[in-house]
């Protein structure tokens, strides 16, 4: 065989060998969260791993700010584009200000969606929405109505004031109030930021600005601990009743000293898993996101994706002293 011949056969395998080696390079997918430092994400993360040992080609970059803020995530997407991910699938702190550092993303090639906490439209591919929205809104209310058979005043602390699911869903609760819910009052929104503290301090706020107050409703796990906390510590139990969503390992010991009489929630595990999965199969199956289109969730099912290019996982869940004791040994 001629050098030249030697040289041409060297270099065929070579990059046989170079693309070979690009495709076997695992996908990166970025699970980003509103904030590190909370079980509900934490618990979601655990799902985020058990589909990419499922899939198995997928590494999971879990990642997000220390302060549930826009500012602090764009920071944390701008890094991520820079590492050159394949997808990111995110639940936001703000459904508008993350758009155009997504539309980068995007049109670096990098699929974008996001779950949970949903970017408008034109800033992903598609939205996972844990549950339905109006379902959530009517079921916050109801698990507080369910305990007031005389009605009363209610008040609702939730996780930040651009937060788009928890604002989804309280427009949802309202507009059941006055058919479904006619002697419940709600009096109240206050934020709390998903921080502990803040939401600490709102709750006793309203305590204090509310004396006849019945209920807090807070649909944020964060927030609700912090809220049974407050109660708690005032001695209000068998007065204010603490309901929401909430994480039943986190919760367990409110339920059981009466501060709340029951929550609810999704499974958070499911949640983070089916991001992956949705992540996965746009970025390397190649589907395509757009209405009517019905996509894997592995295990957990199929979802078929709406007008907005959203689609619903599952519905809530509700946990009381018949069952907390088991779900608060799964998550």
Avoid: C
Avoid at 14 to 37: P, R
Avoid at 209 to 214: A, E, Q, R, W
Wanted: charged share 20%.
């Amino acid at each position: 065989m001629s050098f030249l011949k030697k040289l041409m056969v060297t270099a065929a395998f070579s990059a046989a060998m170079f693309v070979n080696a690009a495709y076997a390079e695992n996908v990166k997918i970025a699970l980003v969260v509103k904030s590190l430092g909370n079980g509900f994400f934490d618990a979601a993360n655990k799902g985020a791993e058990e589909a990419a040992k499922e899939l198995g080609d997928v590494d999971i970059i879990y990642t997000g700010p220390t302060k549930a803020t826009a500012e602090a995530q764009i920071e944390v997407v701008n890094s991520l584009i820079a590492q050159k991910v394949n997808a990111i699938a995110i639940s936001a702190n703000d459904a508008d200000a993350l758009v155009p550092v997504l539309k980068k993303a995007m049109e670096r090639g990098i699929t974008v969606i996001s779950w949970d906490s949903g970017v408008a439209k034109e800033g992903r591919q598609l939205h996972l929405n844990p549950s339905d929205t109006g379902l959530i809104g009517e079921t916050i209310i109801k698990l507080a109505a369910d305990y007031l058979p005389e009605g009363g005043d209610v008040a609702i602390l939730s996780a930040s004031s651009t937060a788009t699911n928890q604002n989804a869903w309280i427009d949802a609760a309202k507009k059941v109030l006055p058919e479904k819910f006619p002697k419940i009052k709600l009096v109240a929104t206050v934020y709390g930021d998903d921080d502990s503290a803040k939401s600490t301090d709102e709750a006793k706020g309203l305590l204090k600005s509310y004396p006849n107050l019945k209920a807090i409703i807070a649909p944020t796990t964060v927030g609700v601990v912090a809220a049974a906390q407050v109660v708690t510590d005032a001695n209000l139990i068998g007065k204010v009743n603490v309901t929401g969503l909430a994480l039943p390992s986190e919760f367990k010991k409110f339920i059981d000293n009466g501060a709340s009489q029951a929550v609810a929630l999704w499974n958070p595990i499911d949640l983070g898993y089916s991001a992956v999965y949705l992540a996965h199969d746009l970025a390397v199956k190649k589907e395509v996101a757009k209405p009517g289109a019905t996509l894997s969730i592995g295990r957990v099912g199929k979802v078929t994706l709406d007008d907005t290019n959203s689609a619903a996982m599952a519905p809530p869940f509700q946990f009381d002293k018949s069952n907390i004791e088991k779900f608060s040994k799964i998550y």
